[in-house]
């Protein structure tokens, strides 16, 4: 069943070096590092979510959407 995730957020947050930032998932009180990506990428992830679902992460056998700027 797909249910809504109230309490999540995702972040780009630019990293030491010019080419790539770190993607960071909270939810809740926690904070989970997704990977280091470019801009140009974090930026086609961000448009295309408005449109089609992007899957976030899967812990166990939950698996987070991001689409049309909420969390699934």
């Known amino acids: 069943m797909l249910r809504r995730v109230e309490n999540a957020s995702i972040e780009y947050r630019y990293g030491w070096s010019a080419k790539r930032g770190d ?24 448009i295309e979510q408005r449109t089609y679902p992007v899957r976030v992460w899967t812990d166990g056998e939950r698996t987070y959407w991001h689409f049309q700027n909420r969390f699934y």
């Open 23 to 46: 993607v960071r998932l909270h939810l809740g009180n926690q904070m989970y590092n997704l990977g280091r990506i470019t801009l140009e990428d974090w930026s086609k992830i961000k």
